[in-house]
């Protein structure tokens, strides 16, 4: 009996041995790292093949809203200028890559791990973006935010409008180039609103010009902040917040245009767009 216990605990000892490499690979394979607490690496960083592969995934899945160089476009922020929003080690910006950031537009991704990998490597091989130096003074770009009328319809660290984006982070998340040309074109590449992470059935939200005419004839003009099949949402240009049954009115028209005034040089100097300029850079959130 004794022997015979004493090669059934062998057996199961070795049998242990076999299974649990086994087990151990799956659970690499399905994430970065056994303990999240601690730090990963980036095993293709500057491996020419891997920023091959990197660049090709990129631009088939993340250029539509980084651009097809990463920096920045119209729903995300330039990737190449060293701002990392939720973190700039390999390993946070594998689990924004794989996870998601919830609350906003970047969705989780279902790449491989090297896939992943790949697509930080090439990001990685970017040399910085060649900043554009804003001379401008901050403190008179704050006033001048506020004496051009952009905090009637922009919010900054919870105080002004809602009519346009939120701008306590856009230093973070927008180039000085992207900034200048919304000022003086807004109209080229209009903004992408927060979706509500919830709502599934919700129609994509863009800060542009929708105008519902009413059962009476009458035309109300403002921005869409919810629309779905059945209702939308609108906030006029007086900030008031109407909530209509489509089935109600006449028709909903929306317009490839943005309801922000194009500043003009006339408008603002050039001298002043760099104040400006200087002041919205500097804001990049907590």
Same mark, same amino acid.
């Given at each position: 009996?004794?022997?015979?216990?004493?090669?059934?605990?062998?057996?199961?000892?070795i049998?242990?041995? +076999?299974?649990?490499p086994?087990?151990?690979?799956?659970?690499r394979?399905?994430?970065?790292q056994?303990?999240?607490?601690?730090?990963?690496?980036?095993?293709?960083?500057?491996n020419p093949?891997?920023?091959?592969?990197?660049?090709?995934?990129f631009?088939?899945n993340?250029s539509?809203?980084h651009?097809?160089?990463?920096?920045?476009?119209?729903r995300?922020?330039d990737?190449?200028?060293?701002r990392?929003?939720?973190?700039?080690?390999?390993?946070?910006?594998?689990h924004t890559?794989?996870?998601?950031v919830a609350?906003?537009?970047?969705p989780?991704n279902?790449?491989?791990?090297?896939?992943?990998? &790949?697509?930080?490597a090439?990001?990685?091989s970017l040399?910085?973006?060649?900043?554009t130096?804003?001379?401008?003074?901050?403190?008179?770009?704050?006033?001048?935010?506020?004496? &051009?009328?952009c905090?009637v319809?922009?919010m900054?660290?919870g105080?002004?409008?809602?009519?346009?984006?939120?701008?306590?982070r856009?230093?973070?998340?927008?180039?000085?180039?992207y900034?200048?040309?919304?000022?003086?074109?807004?109209?080229?590449?209009?903004?992408?609103?927060m979706?509500?992470?919830n709502?599934h059935?919700?129609?994509?939200?863009?800060?542009?010009?929708?105008?519902?005419?009413l059962p009476?004839?009458?035309?109300?003009?403002?921005?869409?902040?919810?629309?779905?099949?059945?209702? +939308?949402?609108? +906030?006029d240009?007086?900030?008031?917040?109407?909530?209509?049954?489509k089935r109600?009115?006449?028709?909903?028209?929306?317009?490839?245009k943005s309801?922000?005034?194009a500043?003009?040089?006339?408008?603002?100097?050039?001298?002043?767009?760099?104040?400006?300029?200087?002041?919205?850079e500097?804001?990049r959130g907590?």
């Amino acid at each position: 009996m004794e022997q015979r216990a004493a090669r059934l605990a062998q057996g199961v000892l070795i049998c242990a041995l +076999i299974v649990a490499p086994l087990f151990g690979l799956q659970a690499r394979a399905a994430t970065p790292q056994d303990a999240t607490d601690k730090p990963i690496t980036n095993p293709p960083t500057r491996n020419p093949a891997a920023i091959k592969e990197g660049n090709s995934l990129f631009r088939a899945n993340c250029s539509p809203c980084h651009g097809l160089s990463a920096h920045g476009g119209g729903r995300g922020p330039d990737l190449t200028s060293g701002r990392w929003a939720h973190g700039s080690s390999d390993s946070d910006i594998f689990h924004t890559i794989a996870e998601g950031v919830a609350g906003t537009q970047m969705p989780a991704n279902s790449f491989q791990d090297s896939e992943t990998w &790949a697509i930080i490597a090439y990001l990685r091989s970017l040399a910085p973006a060649a900043r554009t130096e804003v001379s401008g003074d901050r403190g008179k770009g704050e006033k001048l935010f506020s004496s &051009a009328g952009c905090a009637v319809c922009h919010m900054v660290k919870g105080r002004g409008g809602v009519l346009g984006p939120d701008l306590s982070r856009v230093g973070a998340s927008r180039s000085t180039a992207y900034l200048a040309e919304s000022i003086r074109e807004p109209d080229k590449d209009l903004s992408d609103g927060m979706l509500d992470p919830n709502n599934h059935y919700g129609l994509p939200l863009i800060y542009d010009t929708v105008t519902v005419v009413l059962p009476n004839g009458n035309e109300l003009t403002g921005v869409a902040k919810n629309e779905d099949t059945f209702t +939308i949402q609108l +906030i006029d240009a007086g900030q008031q917040l109407h909530l209509f049954q489509k089935r109600d009115l006449k028709s909903v028209r929306h317009e490839h245009k943005s309801m922000m005034p194009a500043y003009s040089e006339q408008t603002i100097r050039p001298a002043e767009l760099q104040d400006l300029l200087s002041y919205l850079e500097g804001l990049r959130g907590e």
